[in-house]
């Protein structure tokens, strides 16, 4: 059993602080992926549960045992680097088995684990490779083969797919899905790429500057931004912002379109409150090319700047406000530039922020 | 024929653009070579130059090999490489793994761990002989003045004492080779597998032990074979502190070669012992180069 809980946990440097004060909970055998850009300190946060920082305020505690101020060795937890920082003087089967024979199993126990941790990850033709004779998809394997035969507490992976070209990487990521469920232990797992984020995560864990901003599952954080970062940052395309102010229960663009402001904001906001308006390119599609949906819906005259055909859609590009927007075309046809689309928008499903504090005006 | 005169006027050019340097490595290097080699089976004597042509075919190496003073100078050549070499291995990787610890001041460091090599070997050798006389010493002289000892010690007369001091002084001078060598080798270091060994259990001196030193290998290797061939071929410092004696107590191969070849004018002799002494050095650059090839045949692609 090992949940892992950050209390209060601060990271300077110096007189720098770069985290500020985080508190999460992970519960035992749970899949959890700090996302966020660079700079945003999930690196450190995770390198603090590691041990390979040092913590400057606040506790860390690895099931019951408070881990402030063990060196890594004694925490019990196994790492997967991003350079996969494999021992170059030693063969795969080497690699493996390092961390037992500093343990000092015996020789038998050693072969037994590395020949399991081979199986599980393919491995079983490399075993007497050394890294330089191995390509990057296998090195990640061998990576995270040597984190496996520990059996360790907790696993940690620190953007392990960034190396990857695109391919591999949708491989890989299937692969540690798949791992995560065939020898259940709690993962903590950094990444910038939010769509990692979303497809591997049980929770999903976003930072921005030192601080946590929303904590939530995949679905969660994908329709229930607290603000208009997460908003912009989880889901591809990004969600459409546009300011705007409110006037008798409508937002007014400054090209002077207005909206209706969705059914759960109705009779909430003032006028004049200056707000952001925000909806996905999935929930405005043109009449006719959207797909069955019932709900609240308002009519929208788009002129459309071009298409990019996907196949089995088209993403219109258009012009709301001011700023460029995107629209999801079901069934596509081919749409000529300049050409005026009615769009229907599902208004329960877009939300109104703050225009100052970004916050989500929803909760 | 005419196919080799076709064959120079194709590359007239580059050939002669090399033939300067050729010329040039025939006049200096490898003439001289072949009249030494050929001086080997010559009794030649510095003094009498006609007996440049008194050919003696392989005597002068059968001497070599009943000669005990040689085989002496031999196997003391070889003890004083072994000291000096490891002493500064483990001295310089010390040294290197110290500095490389401190973040202020770092590079004002690494310039004064260089001073050492900054002087001349025949410095250092007087140097140190005024550090061990044994009436005018320094370190007589401190050692007298803390009631250490009441009488002089004898540094640069007793066998092994003497042998210490030389030791010393060449330890002194060339120890900064290793830590500089070391140093560069840990600044190329990547962390990460460093990082990975504490995460898979490793307490620092395992991690130093398995990763660390591994890494660093191939640059001791290089370190090595670099002063494997300077001390192999010692002359200077030896030459001014003790001058091979007193009574050939620290007689090392090329002292002995330059009194037989300069003081007693044998140079046909003289020459016989430099080339079987240089099989002493081609051992040991093919023992370490073979070494440094095995610890760099995994790193290569880090």
Redesign the interface.
């Known amino acids: 059993m090992a949940e892992v809980k950050l209390t209060n946990v601060v990271k300077r440097y110096g007189s720098v602080e770069v985290v500020h004060g985080i508190d999460l909970e992970i519960a035992h055998n749970e899949f959890v992926v700090l996302v966020g850009p660079s700079g945003c300190g999930k690196s450190t946060t995770l390198r603090m549960i590691?041990?390979?920082e040092e913590i400057s305020d606040g506790e860390i505690k690895i099931g019951e045992t408070v881990v402030n101020n063990l060196?890594?060795?004694k925490r019990n937890?196994?790492?997967v680097?991003q350079?996969?920082?494999?021992?170059?003087?030693?063969t795969v089967s080497e690699n493996l088995g390092?961390?037992l024979k500093?343990?000092g199993k015996s020789g038998a126990e050693i072969s037994a684990a590395v020949a399991n941790a081979a199986e599980i990850l393919g491995l079983g033709d490399l075993l007497e490779r050394?890294?330089?004779e191995l390509s990057g998809g296998q090195r990640q394997r061998v990576a995270m083969g040597?984190a496996i035969v520990?059996h360790p507490d907790v696993f940690?992976f620190d953007e392990p797919l960034s190396n990857l070209d695109a391919k591999l990487r949708t491989q890989m990521r299937v692969e540690i899905k798949k791992l995560h469920q065939k020898i259940k232990t709690t993962i903590v797992y950094v990444t910038h790429d939010q769509v990692e984020a979303m497809t591997l995560a049980d929770r999903i864990v976003i930072m921005k500057d030192g601080h946590i901003v929303q904590v939530g599952t995949p679905l969660d954080v994908f329709e229930r931004p607290v603000d208009t970062f997460v908003a912009a940052f989880i889901g591809s395309p990004p969600m459409n912002l546009i300011n705007g102010h409110i006037e008798a229960d409508h937002v007014v663009f400054s090209d002077g379109n207005r909206l209706p402001v969705p059914p759960d904001f109705t009779g909430k906001l003032a006028d004049g409150r200056q707000v952001v308006f925000g909806f996905r390119a999935d929930v405005l599609m043109p009449k006719g090319h959207t797909l069955a949906e019932s709900g609240v819906v308002t009519d929208l005259d788009l002129k459309i700047d071009f298409a990019e055909p996907l196949g089995s859609e088209s993403i219109l590009l258009s012009t709301l406000g001011g700023k460029e927007i995107q629209a999801r075309m079901h069934n596509p046809r081919p749409v000529n530039e300049g050409e005026v689309l009615t769009c229907e928008l599902h208004l329960e499903k877009c939300h109104i922020f703050d225009a100052s504090s970004t916050k989500n005006l929803r909760e | 024929m005419s196919k080799f005169s076709r064959a120079i006027r194709d590359h007239a050019v580059p050939l002669a653009l090399i033939a300067p340097s050729i010329l040039v490595i025939l006049v200096v290097v490898l003439l001289p070579l072949m009249f030494s080699f050929y001086t080997s089976f010559t009794n030649y004597r510095l003094i009498r130059p006609d007996t440049l042509w008194d050919w003696i075919g392989l005597r002068n190496y059968q001497r070599l090999l009943a000669d005990w003073d040689f085989w002496v100078a031999f196997g003391r050549t070889i003890l004083f490489l072994t000291v000096a070499l490891n002493l500064e291995l483990l001295f310089g990787l010390g040294l290197a793994l110290l500095v490389n610890k401190i973040t202020w001041g770092q590079r004002t460091l690494r310039t004064i761990m260089m001073f050492p090599m900054m002087f001349s070997p025949i410095l250092v050798g007087f140097q140190f002989k005024y550090v061990f006389n044994d009436t005018i010493g320094l370190v007589n002289n401190a050692l007298q003045s803390l009631g250490l000892t009441e009488f002089a010690i004898p540094f640069l007369v007793d066998r092994w004492l003497a042998f210490f001091s030389i030791s010393f002084a060449e330890i002194w001078m060339s120890t900064s080779i290793f830590a500089i060598l070391i140093l560069a080798g840990l600044f190329a270091m990547p962390k990460d597998p460093i990082e990975a060994a504490r995460v898979d259990g490793c307490s620092n001196w395992q991690v130093f032990r398995h990763i660390t030193l591994p890494f660093l290998m191939p640059f001791i290797f290089i370190a090595m074979t670099i002063r494997s061939l300077d001390v192999a071929r010692a002359y200077d410092v030896v030459d001014v502190m003790t001058g091979g004696g007193p009574a050939q107590r620290t007689e090392l191969l090329w002292t002995l070669i330059a009194r037989t070849a300069y003081d007693d004018a044998r140079m046909g002799r003289a020459n016989a012992m430099a080339y079987a002494s240089i099989l002493l050095s081609i051992f040991f650059t093919w023992y370490f180069f073979r070494k440094l090839m095995d610890a760099r045949k995994h790193l290569g692609a880090f």
């Open positions: 590691a041990g390979l060196p890594p060795r937890i196994s790492m680097f350079n996969y920082a494999l021992y170059p003087h030693m390092f961390s500093i343990a050394t890294p330089a040597r520990r940690l």
